[in-house]
Each structure stands twice: as C-alpha cells, then as structure tokens.
C-alpha cells in the first residue's frame, strides 16, 4: 500500500544532542510537510515543500531544518534540542497545491528529551 | 489570522450516544477537511466538503459545510468505542496558492463502552 512512513516511531535524545528525524512516501507527491504536535493539540505547520523548493513558516524556529534529498525522502533536523521541543513530530504528503486536496499523514515520531 | 475554533473542546459519552462537534471560524474558507487522530497514529482524513450548505454522510457520521462557508459541524449518531480519538477540522485558504491548512483547536473524545 502506498503510504506515508516515519522512522523512528519513538525518539530519545539529550539537552542540546542534534536529531534527525526521517520520512518517505511510496505516494509520489510533489508536497512534503513537517508538523509538530503537542499533547491533543491541533498540529502546528514548521515547513514544507513543493519538489524541491523549500517553504518555511514565519515562526519556525531557527533550531528546525529540513532537507529533502528527492521526492520520496524528507528530514527533520533539530540542532540544538531544548526540552520545549518534545513533542510529537508529523510528516504529511499532497499531491500538489489547491484547496481541497487531502493531506496524508504518517503516524509520527514521538521525540523524547532528557 | 485565519482561526477554527472547535467546541467542545473535550467530550466524554456513552456508547450509543450521539454528539456533534462544531467548527467555527470568522473567515471564509474554499474547503474544510475533517481528520480523526487515534492516540500514537497520524491524523486521517475522514471527508472534505467544498460547497457551501454541503452534507456528506459516512457511515454514521454526518458532515456539514455552512451555508457561507465560515463553519462545519460533525454529528456522529450512536457513538462506539471506535470512535474515541483527536477530531480536528482543517480549513482550505480561499484562493490560496499553497495548500496549507489551517487546523481547528481540536475536539478530544472519548466514547466508553
């Protein structure tokens, strides 16, 4: 089945111990994005992509980037993890722009900060 | 800023109970999405409605776009156990060039048995 997949499911790290997080999609879309979810809170927008043009939201933080080598990967990296940065991570995948267009979810990476 | 507020914000029933969750917003908005998230899973898309005064049904949910497409409501008849999760609301910008969406508050259920 087509899908959306995230590795790892679970992520542990330490005060200020660079992560990365990854993502691959078998959907062939042109649209990736990064969100970060707290706790039964609605998920908040970092970045995204169209290809390969990169898309960041004005309140990212600068300890957030991305990469995305080609059209099935994408990463998350944190520098400079703070404990304010736990949370759960979200990749999603639309086939393009427009309104109305479904976004497709992975089941996220939970990242953990010691 | 574009805002979906969503009531109630947590909901705890009986099964075999009916509720309905409310979208609501100040802005117009060309689509509006509902997903339901289970506890360690991703967010799933259940429906999109695109015009206004729209009604679909799935299975035992119903889904209504407004007349002026400012809000969205979920009504659910008969809730189960299943149907415990995260709901969220995700509004499509109006002539927008991206398709970033704008997500509710969300609407935590939780249907006991």
């Known amino acids: 089945d087509a899908m959306v997949i995230q590795n790892p499911r679970y992520q542990v790290t330490q005060f200020g111990k660079p992560v990365t997080l990854s993502c691959s999609q078998t959907?062939?879309?042109?649209?990736m994005y990064w969100y970060q979810q707290k706790s039964s809170q609605a998920p908040k927008l970092l970045f995204h992509?169209?290809?390969?043009?990169?898309?960041n939201e004005a309140d990212t933080p600068d300890n957030f980037q991305s990469r995305r080598p080609n059209t099935s990967f994408c990463f998350l990296d944190i520098r400079s993890p703070g404990l304010g940065d736990a949370a759960m991570y979200l990749c999603?995948?639309?086939?393009?722009?427009?309104?109305?267009?479904?976004?497709?979810f992975g089941d996220g990476t939970r990242l953990s900060i010691l | 800023t574009q805002l979906l507020e969503q009531s109630p914000q947590f909901l705890s029933i009986q099964e075999g109970e009916n509720l309905t969750v409310y979208c609501n917003s100040s802005?117009?908005?060309?689509?509006l999405q509902w997903y339901r998230q289970e506890p360690g899973e991703g967010p799933v898309l259940l429906v999109t409605?695109?015009?206004?005064?729209e009604v679909k049904k799935l299975k035992r949910l119903t889904f209504q776009f407004g007349d002026a497409r400012k809000d969205s409501s979920l009504h659910i008849t008969a809730a189960q156990p299943g149907d415990t999760g995260l709901y969220l609301c995700?509004?499509?910008?109006?002539?927008?060039?991206?398709?970033?969406?704008?997500f509710g508050t969300g609407t935590l259920l939780a249907v006991q048995p």
């Open positions: 999603a995948t639309s086939r393009g722009y427009g309104s109305g267009q479904p976004q497709h």
């Open positions: 959907l062939n879309h042109n649209v």
């Open positions: 992509y169209y290809d390969k043009d990169f898309n």
């Open positions: 802005s117009v908005f060309s689509s």
């Open positions: 409605v695109v015009t206004g005064g």
């Open positions: 995700a509004g499509g910008r109006y002539g927008g060039a991206t398709n970033k969406l704008i």
